[in-house]
């Protein structure tokens, strides 16, 4: 059976839309998934993500998001981005309008702005390590070893596992083979995207990121929550943050411990496809 679908970027992590609104609740097979992601031989992407009815009534729609490797994922900040473009050329959201959408982590609220920037607010960075999850009773920063090192890290969750790791140079070397080795490191019961952060001025980091299930890419939304959340944590950064990605610029908001967290930034078309 052919599926239509859409090819769309945040800042170059890239994703295939799917519209199951009349056919909510299908999983997708793991292998299928991978064929599909595959760069050479299939379509090539960093995430699939569904779009389907709501489950939560609060909630317009909901999101479904499964990453390269076929496994699920829980929150994707450059996807909800898309997904907010998505809805607003379809037709069933406003500009300007806050929209509350379902995502497998709980609910979002995102506005499609006049310069067809994407707002979102990603909900309060959760610190605990029992919530990331994070095998390490409750610290402001961690240690673990990996690769002949001992590397510090901070870990937070925006709906999904992140550890956070300061670097004087991104360009360092050492970060390609660390990346793999953290993302799976047993400290991390689930995995975790990890992303590495030079901080360059209180409002600017430049960040890459290893993501769980997808590996290195251009930019993940919520790791740029993450980096700028324990930056600010530890009083390294400014409630509002530039973040810089190898594919671009998000702009972090976060005004600290009872606030939510915001993230603005574009969401780009590619193409429209079938298979
Ligand atoms: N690219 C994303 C995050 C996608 C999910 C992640 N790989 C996970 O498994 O948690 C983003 O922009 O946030």
């Known amino acids: 059976m052919a599926t239509r679908f859409t090819k769309m970027h945040g800042i170059g992590n890239d994703f295939v839309i799917v519209d199951w609104r009349e056919d909510a609740g299908r999983v997708p097979n793991a292998a299928r998934i991978r064929a599909l992601a595959d760069r050479h031989t299939g379509i090539g992407f960093d995430q699939l993500i569904s779009i389907e009815p709501s489950r939560d009534a609060s909630c317009a729609f909901y999101y479904g998001l499964w990453n390269a490797d076929g496994s699920p994922a829980a929150q994707c900040g450059n996807g909800v981005r898309c997904v907010a473009a998505w809805l607003y050329r379809d037709g069933v959201i406003e500009r300007n309008e806050p929209v509350r959408l379902e995502s497998?982590?709980?609910?979002?609220?995102?506005?499609?702005?006049d310069d067809h920037n994407v707002t979102?607010?990603?909900g309060e960075p959760d610190f605990d390590p029992a919530r990331v999850?994070?095998?390490?009773?409750?610290?402001a920063t961690y240690t673990l070893h990996a690769g002949g090192e001992e590397v510090s890290f901070g870990a937070v969750s925006m709906g999904n596992p992140h550890g956070v790791v300061f670097v004087d140079d991104l360009a360092d070397?050492?970060?390609d083979h660390l990346g793999p080795l953290l993302t799976a490191h047993p400290i991390f019961p689930q995995g975790a995207n990890i992303g590495f952060v030079q901080r360059v001025a209180t409002d600017r980091l430049k960040l890459r990121v290893h993501e769980r299930g997808s590996g290195w890419t251009q930019a993940c939304g919520t790791g740029a929550c993450a980096a700028a959340a324990v930056s600010q944590a530890l009083g390294l950064a400014a409630p509002v943050v530039a973040v810089e990605l190898p594919g671009g610029t998000l702009t972090i908001e976060w005004h600290g411990p009872g606030h939510?967290?915001?993230?603005t930034g574009p969401a780009a078309f590619v193409f429209e496809g079938e298979v």
């Open 104 to 113: 497998p982590s709980g609910p979002v609220t995102v506005r499609v702005l």
């Open 120 to 122: 979102v607010d990603m």
């Open 260 to 263: 939510t967290l915001w993230m």
């Open 173 to 175: 070397p050492r970060i």
């Open 133 to 139: 999850p994070l095998d390490h009773a409750p610290h």
